[in-house]
């Protein structure tokens, strides 16, 4: 039992050393400062409608996970995510969804988004998310196909186009 709780906890540290740098924006959050628990606890609006806004973290409620600092809005998503943090973790370390199936690291825009298959995805703008959404299965498999290659290579430096994010308050 001791050898299969050793072997996980280094299994576990094996993933995390090799994750690639997490998207941060002027914010200097990881997801442009918003609280990525509340995600999945939106309603997601249809293929080819607009999803409701990104929850706002709060700069008071935070955690470093790869190498990045994450807000919340509440301390119970806090302790939420740190039960589970990949499962929170926006893909490709918060870059775009639809630019990791084309082969690149582009900012991923927190208010473009969409949870598939019990994981957070985000784009560039919404232009992007049309091209996206005409084959999620199949953008979601050119993007892991493409990045282990690409993952290790540095976060994009880039603004995300037409945002500005308010995130984190207070």
């Known amino acids: 039992m001791k050898w299969l709780i050793t072997s996980a906890l280094l299994s576990a540290a094996a993933t995390t050393a090799f994750a690639g740098d997490q998207y941060l924006d002027e ?9 990525v628990v509340a995600y999945f606890d939106l309603e997601q609006s249809p293929v080819g409608s607009a999803q409701p ?5 709060d700069r008071s409620i935070t955690t470093e996970y790869n190498g990045a600092t994450f807000a919340f809005a509440t301390e119970a998503n806090l302790e939420t995510f740190l039960s589970d943090p990949e499962r929170y973790v926006p893909q490709y370390d918060g870059h775009c969804a639809y630019g990791v199936s084309r082969g690149g690291k582009v900012p991923g825009n927190p208010n473009l988004w969409r949870i598939v298959d019990d994981r957070l ?18 953008n979601i498999t050119l993007a892991e196909g493409n990045w282990g290659g690409i993952e290790a290579s540095p976060a994009s430096t880039n603004t995300i186009p037409n945002f500005s994010s308010p995130a984190p308050v207070n």
């Open 27 to 35: 914010t200097g959050f990881a997801v442009s400062g918003y609280d």
């Open 121 to 138: 995805y985000l784009n560039i703008t919404e232009n992007v998310v049309g091209f996206w959404e005409e084959d999620i299965p199949g």
């Open 53 to 57: 806004a990104a929850v706002p973290g």
